[in-house]
């Protein structure tokens, strides 16, 4: 074949190359290389983010839309901790009303503790959304931990960790998935990333209403139960349907963040669920 | 000293495609930088750079951004493959073109490669909403930065180079 002329030994060298890669990443040998790579990246990763971020800032928030933006994001994030708050009162009252078990979880609360980090990088493509924090096993970072915004709601979980630093899929990457319930009918689903960083809320059945508070269920052991995800946004579908089509609005905006907790006290049971 | 040159381009590219391209996306998607250089680099350097960079653009790439070097390894490796080919089918497409639909091309194929990685880690696509939402608004942003980039470079006097490599293979022309 013409195409592979003269390139012939090269293409199945790479071939090959990448068959190693894939087994050595498999087993774990790429991950000190990988480490070290990071940490003498990251020094100019800090000055491309710190050249960047504020010339992106200024583009978004460019004219009247911006002035708009600004007051728009104030208030997106007051909605989100009055929403929070709602959902914690909710909750609380649940729980008074005689659901032990989840008294006896909300108790466990009190000794949350979380690590702060900044987000340094991140992947995202339509069906991708990986983010790398500036925190790593040093920090006690841990494979499966939970991390939240600034404000509490759910983001994502750390799938990869390195000395320095860790990478974050995020609810929105379509490989991610929660288990969920509606907050006050119990309504339980699976919130999943849809192509373009959106949420789905699927497999949920019962009364769903727009503005519904979406939370997480902590079936499967992948996340503690009562975490805020975000609100119903649109609900279609007829009566008939044994399953609606839900789309959710995230309760923080997550593809903008720049800070996040990672939530250290909470280490997931490894039952392959809801993850 | 031009291979060494090459190689620290390739991985400041990988991590401005990591840092930066995600700060400004349109239509949902990001440019692809890497691919870019690597194009850019084939077209106007000589293909045994690109012969070089293509595995470190890939392991530098997977290791920033946590994807597997071997996928995205697999994703660029159609460059110089196809630009050989369009060169020696004899296309009537000048340099530009050449390089444009080698970019295009490419693109297109590893971002396909990468929406197939996600299917089998459990993500829902149709091939529609991989065409609309992928594959054209991806191909569309990188050739925009490419006439962006080939613009200045010609005018700067660099000249297009072919993406064949002569007689002998990768030693031929070292």
New interface residues.
Partial sequence: MLIFQRYQWWVASMIGLALFLALAGQVGVLSPFQGVFLRITSPVESVLNGVFRPVASVLSNAGEIGDLRDENDRLRLENEELRNQVGELQQNAEDIKGLRDALSLTQGDQSVQYVAADIVHRDASPFTDVVTINRGSGDGIQVGMVVVSTKGTLMGKVTKVTATSSFVRLITDTQSTVSAEILGTGADGSVKGTPNRGLAFELAQGDIQVGDQIVTAGLGGGYPRGLPIGRVATVTGTSQDLYKKVTVEPGVRIGTAENVLVRTDFIPESLGLGD | MKMFSAIVAT??AA??Q???A????AW???FDFLLLTLVVMTAFGSPQRA?VC??VA???Y??????????I??AY?PL???G??LE??RVPLNHYARTALVLAATGAWA?LL??LA??V?????TPG?VLV??ILPGAFLDLALLSMVYVPLRLLGWSGQGM??S?G??YSSL
């Fill in positions: 991985v400041f991590i401005w990591v840092t930066v995600p700060l400004f996306p949902g998607v990001t012969m293509t595995p890939a392991v530098a997977g290791f920033l951004a946590n994807r597997e070097p071997g996928l390894l697999l490796l110089l493959p196809l050989f080919y020696g089918a971002r990468f929406v996600s299917v880690g459990g993500a829902d696509a909403l939402h992928v064949s490599l007689r293979g990768y």
